[in-house]
C-alpha cells in the first residue's frame, strides 16, 4: 500500500512541470555553501542518556569540547582493551 502511494508521488512530482529542472541561465541558488571545517567555537548541543533513568539531558558544548570528548573516550576504550590502566582526568 504505501509502495503504491510512494509510485504515485513520484509520478505526480514527475508529471509536475514546476519540479522540471531549472532552465538554463538561471542563477544558483542564494544558499550559502556549508564550510569544510565546522566552527570550533560554536555551541553544540545534545541529548545524551542519563545512567538510571529514561530521561535524556540535554548538554551544550563546543564543538572542540565534542572533539576532546570523542578522543578521550577514543583513548580509554584502546586502554581498556589493552589491558592497562586509565589515565586519570
Known amino acids: ?8 508521488a513520484l509520478m505526480a512530482a514527475a508529471a509536475d512541470p514546476a519540479a522540471q529542472a531549472a532552465p ?4 544558483p541558488s542564494a544558499t ?7 566552527d570550533k567555537d560554536a ?8 545512567l538510571g533513568s529514561r530521561m ?3 548538554v551544550c558544548l563546543t564543538q ?5 570528548r570523542k578522543a578521550q573516550a577514543k583513548d ?3 586502554a581498556a ?3 592497562q590502566p586509565m589515565r586519570a582526568q
Not at 550559502?32 to 565546522?38: E, L, T, V, Y
Not at 555551541?43 to 542519563?50: A, F, S, T
Not at 572542540?64 to 576532546?68: L, Q, T
Request: include cysteine; glycine fraction near 2%.
Open 24 to 27: 538554463t541561465g538561471a542563477a
Open 81 to 83: 582493551q589493552r589491558n
Open 76 to 78: 580509554d576504550l584502546d
Open 56 to 58: 535524556k539531558e540535554r
Open 1 to 8: 500500500m504505501i509502495s503504491a502511494v510512494f509510485a504515485v
Open 64 to 68: 572542540a569540547d565534542w572533539d576532546a
Open 43 to 50: 555551541l553544540v548541543c545534545k541529548r545524551e542518556p542519563v
Open 32 to 38: 550559502p555553501a556549508k564550510s569544510a571545517k565546522p
